[in-house]
């Protein structure tokens, strides 16, 4: 693992669509092996009446590098962003969006910062702690041989030994730099932190007590009514709303009813 003496702390990398408006502005947060560019599509729609900010998470994309991913940092460093760029606390805050880890993050962002989020969406995640992992994910990314790769299709085809979801490949490529033969994640502290990543602080306390949509794909293992109980302790105001025939990257398989989900949510605030 690289010192914490040798990771530079700055703000997470943001990227803006549309100009502010008089409707509140959203702020979009990726999951694990994300980044804001994929969410360029839905950031550029959204942004037709409002300004859309997307963050690259620590470890990820053209964000800094650190040794935590602990989700009181990861919510302190959104925290940050909205205070720049945000809308103000007289305004009641700012639309948030965060899906997977991301979703976890913003609603340690929401019960720890509630002045700064004027209302939450959390995308097919659940404020517990969950068994699975990521590491294959990972190990197939450290395995792969960069000296062999001259196109994306190298890689494509190299990771399709270990990797046989052809949505989850295309998916982890986007944050591959074929030209510098690099990856843009913090590989080596994602695995280590892999355990804090899947899991849920089991000292969290408070209640975020705005409105919160949890909005899961139908199909996805991620999210289930075992859950409800949790979740509306700590978001007593949730609502819950599935996309039918999808599974868990909800907003890449089904984009245009992920959109109108979200229109919806946010045109209750729009009068």
Known sequence: MTPPSLYHRAMLNTVFSGQPTDKTPLLIVHGLFGSARNWG?????MSADRQVIAVDMRNHGASFRDN???????????????????A??????????????????????????????????????SPVAYE????????????????KVEKRSDADALLAEDIFDDGVRA??????????????LNLQVL????????????????????????????????????????TKGLFPKA???????????LHAEKPREFEAALTVWLSRYDD
């Open 132 to 147: 699975h992992t990521n590491k294959p994910l990972i190990d197939a990314m450290q395995a792969l041989d960069l000296s």
């Open 239 to 249: 609502k819950f709303a599935s996309l039918p025939d999808t599974g868990h990257w």
């Open 171 to 184: 998916f982890l490529l986007q944050s591959l730099v074929v030209k510098d033969k690099k990856w843009l």
């Open 68 to 86: 935590s991913m602990a989700y009181q940092d990861l919510a302190d460093d959104l925290a940050e962003v909205l205070q720049a760029h945000g």
């Open 88 to 125: 103000p606390e007289s305004e009641g805050g700012t639309h948030v969006l965060g899906h997977s880890m991301g979703g976890k993050a913003t609603m340690m962002l929401a019960l720890t910062h509630p002045e700064l989020v004027k209302s939450l969406i959390v995308a097919d995640i």
């Open 41 to 45: 599509v839905i950031a550029k729609r």
């Open 191 to 230: 695995e280590d932190e892999m355990p804090k990543i899947v899991g849920w602080p089991d000292d969290v306390t408070g209640t975020y007590d705005k409105d919160t949509l949890f909005l899961s794909g139908e199909e996805s293992s991620y999210v289930s009514r075992d859950h409800r109980k949790a």
